[in-house]
């Protein structure tokens, strides 16, 4: 290991001075990152009380810095062997320990070879990083742990030149071995990294108990005399000289506080709820209940566009018919998507509108229902009877189809339209939506879905900007003496009235 001057350790009093020396340490292999650990410890400390660059440290903060260079110190002194093998046919493994803590988390890589007559294990690779300032969770530092345990895994195997036989990963985190196992859907923090570790098919995950894990020593930090004849962090457990089946095991049951710990990952299960196909239902069917689920499960806001919804969802009608035994087969056909749009527009209305539904059904009356002349059809859809139904329109422009205004379907419906008429401004897109459809306060809400279209903010933009003002001219805010810049003004000729009759011409000075 390569490092600062030591005649400079221990003269760094600023968080610059500090972090050239912390950065100035070469220990590729990490054999004594416990004790660089402390410094970016020290490091990450200042830049939580957001010391200046210049600014002397404290008088704490010098004292740690102290005993952190001190070690640094030593560790450019000590020497060790750098063979490591065993003469004749050996048989390799890669034992990795991985541990978090509150500060930092950390792995740590063991070289077993045996032979037929012994056996040795030695430290190879070890990796610390801190723990973010943002506080989380400590099993998802162990899972973070377990991510750098298997990526420096992956990459010390693809440069030894020998063939391991087998790998194996220790963690001592009951949460992270039973989110490793286990088959249910977990948040997309955990999810995301869980993918890349099980794609470790060839390794091994094992628990271990926290008081032998080496990687216990890297993840706290630890000066140099605690380390330096420490055989539990140069050779690992005395165990791993046994066979593989000699190796102990320990029970990992969650405990409770673990139990809720490793609950908290788990996404709750989608409630899929029985939905009947609505279309053709007469009016006295209507549901009034507000806490009406989600067909199929599916939700509006998860999609982007509403014909990936109505395909979606007619795939998934299609697939009842066939539970039914219908004998349907080939793509989509237009009467499909159109009953699909039907009963996303009745479920919608039956959330939004139950009130009103119930009123129309029993014949009662309110402000809603006069003003819009609201009334159910044979498909069980809420409709706008206005005054035109006389004109030479077509049936749905004399009776539009009610939509709420904030809805998720309603927003897809009004992208949707504005996407097919090329982009158009608000008063189409409205135009061509009313000939369907009535939505309260339509104006407003077609404008806020516009102005969230993409394509439009992309090549519309904005108006332009004002240019800067300019500064002042030089002669305008700099100091002289009076008339050193003048402003002449010349003004006539002005008819004078005098014996002979004369012109007179005038000027005028100013100072600028």
């Known amino acids: 290991m390569s490092g600062p001057k030591l005649e400079s350790l221990e003269l760094s009093s600023t968080?610059?001075?500090?972090?050239?020396?912390?950065?100035?340490?070469?220990?590729?292999?990490?054999?004594?990152?416990?004790?660089?650990?402390?410094?970016k410890l020290l490091l990450q400390t200042l830049w939580s009380k957001k010391v200046e660059w210049d600014f002397k440290l404290s008088e704490?903060?010098?004292?740690?810095?102290?005993?952190?260079?001190?070690?640094?110190?030593?560790?450019?002194?000590?020497?060790?062997?750098?063979?490591?093998?065993?003469?004749?046919?050996c048989s390799y493994q890669l034992l990795c320990f991985c541990d978090a803590s509150t500060k930092a988390y950390a792995c740590a890589i063991y070289l077993r070879h045996e032979t037929d007559e012994s056996c040795r294990v030695d430290l190879i690779y070890s990796k610390t990083r801190l723990a973010p300032i943002k506080k989380i969770s400590i099993p998802r530092l162990e899972l973070l742990a377990v991510i750098i345990g298997i990526r420096c895994l992956a990459f010390i195997e693809s440069h030894l030149k020998i063939t391991v036989q087998k790998e194996t990963l220790w963690t001592d985190s009951q949460c992270v071995i039973h989110w490793i196992a286990s088959k249910k859907q977990m948040s997309t923090?955990?999810?995301?990294?869980?993918?890349?570790?099980?794609?470790?098919?060839?390794?091994?995950?094992?628990?271990?108990?926290?008081?032998?894990?080496?990687a216990d020593i890297a993840s706290r930090g630890t000066h140099f005399s605690e380390i330096k004849s420490n055989n539990l962090w140069w050779n690992g457990?005395?165990?791993?000289?046994?066979?593989?089946?000699?190796?102990?095991?320990?029970?990992?049951?969650?405990?409770?506080?673990?139990?809720?710990?490793?609950?908290?990952?788990?996404?709750?299960?989608?409630?899929?709820?029985?939905?009947?196909?609505?279309?053709?239902?007469?009016?006295?069917?209507?549901?009034?209940?507000?806490?009406?689920?989600?067909?199929?499960?599916?939700?509006?806001?998860?999609?982007?566009?509403?014909?990936?919804?109505?395909?979606?969802?007619?795939?998934?009608?299609?697939?009842?018919?066939?539970?039914?035994?219908?004998?349907?087969?080939?793509?989509?056909?237009?009467?499909?998507?159109?009953?699909a749009k039907l009963m996303w527009i009745v479920h919608i209305q039956r959330k939004h509108f139950a009130k009103e539904i119930h009123d129309i059904t029993k014949n009662k009356s309110s402000n809603i229902i006069r003003q819009l002349g609201l009334t159910i059809d044979n498909n069980g859809?809420?409709?706008?009877?206005?005054?035109?139904?006389?004109?030479?329109?077509?049936?749905?422009?004399?009776?539009?189809?009610?939509?709420?205004?904030?809805?998720?379907?309603?927003?897809?419906?009004?992208?949707?339209?504005?996407?097919?008429?090329?982009?158009?401004g608000v008063a189409q897109?409205?135009?061509q939506i009313r000939q369907k459809y009535w939505i309260p306060q339509g104006r407003s809400t077609v404008r806020h879905v516009l102005r969230t279209c993409g394509n439009c903010i992309r090549y519309e933009g904005g108006p332009y900007k004002m240019p800067l003002i300019p500064p002042l001219p030089k002669k305008r805010v700099t100091e002289s003496s009076p008339y050193t810049y003048t402003g002449i003004d010349y003004f006539g000729?002005?008819?004078?009235?005098?014996?002979?009759?004369?012109?007179?011409?005038?000027s005028v000075y100013t100072p600028a």
């Open 381 to 424: 859809l809420i409709r706008c009877v206005g005054r035109i139904e006389h004109a030479d329109i077509s049936e749905n422009a004399k009776r539009p189809i009610l939509l709420p205004k904030k809805e998720a379907f309603t927003k897809l419906l009004i992208y949707n339209y504005h996407r097919n008429l090329l982009h158009v």
């Open 493 to 506: 000729p002005l008819y004078v009235k005098t014996v002979n009759g004369s012109k007179q011409c005038g």
């Open 429 to 431: 897109t409205l135009s």
């Open 237 to 339: 457990p005395s165990w791993l000289l046994f066979s593989n089946a000699q190796w102990p095991t320990w029970s990992y049951n969650l405990t409770t506080e673990n139990g809720n710990l490793y609950k908290s990952e788990i996404k709750p299960s989608t409630s899929y709820q029985q939905t009947e196909l609505l279309v053709g239902e007469p009016p006295s069917g209507v549901n009034c209940d507000r806490k009406l689920g989600s067909p199929y499960g599916m939700k509006c806001e998860n999609f982007s566009s509403l014909i990936r919804l109505l395909r979606i969802t007619a795939w998934v009608q299609r697939f009842i018919r066939k539970l039914k035994k219908d004998t349907i087969s080939g793509p989509l056909t237009g009467k499909e998507i159109e009953d």
């Open 60 to 89: 704490n903060d010098c004292e740690l810095w102290k005993e952190i260079a001190f070690d640094i110190k030593q560790i450019q002194t000590h020497t060790f062997d750098r063979y490591i093998g065993l003469d004749g046919k």
């Open 15 to 39: 968080k610059r001075e500090l972090l050239q020396s912390i950065a100035s340490i070469f220990d590729p292999l990490g054999f004594f990152s416990p004790v660089t650990l402390l410094g």
């Open 189 to 214: 923090f955990a999810e995301n990294r869980l993918k890349e570790i099980r794609k470790c098919t060839d390794t091994e995950f094992r628990y271990v108990s926290t008081d032998i894990n080496p």
